[in-house]
């Protein structure tokens, strides 16, 4: 099921660089919802924005479940920033968990700006999976930085943004679970701490880094059932998710560097999305392409291979030295 979905996807990357995002036509019939997913599976879906994934050290490439890793991934969140309510929330998790994972880093083909500005709105990428068929996943923003979301499979989610800054984003959120994949319904709370850092290429593209830390509480889950069927499948779905959303994000932003008119048409169609939301996207994308064919047109001919090929040797080079780190952590 995830290869013909990881296909369904790609072809519809395509249809986005064509300019078809309508989600009509022959070809929408093949475009149908997944599986069901448990609920930190749609958090996750719904609250990552990145892009396509450029090859990484393989010790990064691969998911961790360690102790080093998860203490890692505390040291780095925000807590002592948190109002003492949002605090106890992330310790409350942190304190009870039942399980922990740390996904493969990815890295992103995107500026900084627009890479904050999707994560921080996810309801543009939501409802423009919505407007080519791909999804059935239902994004509301209920508050300022709060989230109802569905994946129209059985899963509902209630997600509140406890931190977010340029490199760090803290996310808390509980859903329930009713569906086929387990006889019971599964009751949690998780929480999603999401890093990145930023290395500018030296043909001016940006590239960001990005790593994700998810904590999940099943209270009412036996330690056997988490071990032998939960974990397992969350983590496999959860991966997955991860990397594909990654690589639609990826065309999105190199559509919005290479055809911003296209862009202004397709964000009038988000009908799921706030007007002002809408309009601060159009002038982000208008901004960000205009960077980008500025820096174009200041490169001699042998440095433009970057602006269109995002696999830049040198970048490769640089994120395959790196430490296993992100911010520090190791």
């Known amino acids: 099921m995830e290869d013909s979905f990881s296909a369904r996807m790609r072809a519809r990357r395509r249809s986005l660089r064509s300019g078809d995002i309508s989600g009509s036509g022959a070809n929408s019939a093949h475009f149908v919802q997944r599986g069901p997913r448990p609920s930190v599976v749609l958090g996750m879906l719904v609250c990552l924005a990145s892009t396509a994934g450029i090859q990484v050290r393989a010790d990064l490439a691969k998911p961790a479940t360690g102790r080093a890793d998860r203490k890692a991934a505390i040291r780095l969140m925000p807590l002592e920033t948190l109002s003492p309510a949002d605090r106890r929330k992330a310790e409350h998790i942190l304190d009870d968990y039942s399980l922990y994972r740390r996904m493969p880093v990815q890295v992103v083909g995107c500026e900084p700006d627009m890479y904050v500005y999707l994560l921080r709105h996810p309801e543009i990428v ?191 080079q640089q994120v395959r030295q790196a430490g296993a780190t992100l911010h520090g952590a190791r």
């Open 126 to 316: 939501v409802n423009i999976w919505q407007l080519m068929g791909v999804s059935k996943v239902s994004l509301q923003r209920t508050g300022p930085d709060t989230y109802y979301a569905s994946d129209g499979s059985g899963t509902l989610s209630d997600i509140e943004v406890l931190y977010s800054d340029h490199d760090t984003h803290l996310l808390y959120g509980t859903g329930t679970y009713e569906g086929p994949l387990f006889k019971r319904r599964l009751v949690g709370e998780f929480l999603l701490l999401v890093s990145a850092d930023y290395v500018r290429e030296t043909n001016g593209a940006y590239y960001t880094r990005v790593r994700l830390d998810a904590f999940v509480r099943l209270p009412h889950v036996g330690v056997e059932l988490v071990a032998k069927t939960v974990q397992p499948l969350m983590g496999r779905v959860a991966d997955f998710n991860f990397q594909e959303t990654v690589a639609f994000i990826g065309t999105l932003s190199h559509m919005v560097e290479t055809n911003p008119q296209g862009i202004e048409r397709l964000t009038k169609k988000l009908n799921q999305v706030e007007p002002q939301v809408r309009d601060q996207f159009v002038r982000l994308a208008w901004d960000v392409s205009r960077r980008r064919q500025a820096q174009a047109s200041a490169l001699v001919p042998g440095d433009r291979r970057g602006l269109v090929h995002r696999r830049s040797e040198p970048l490769i």
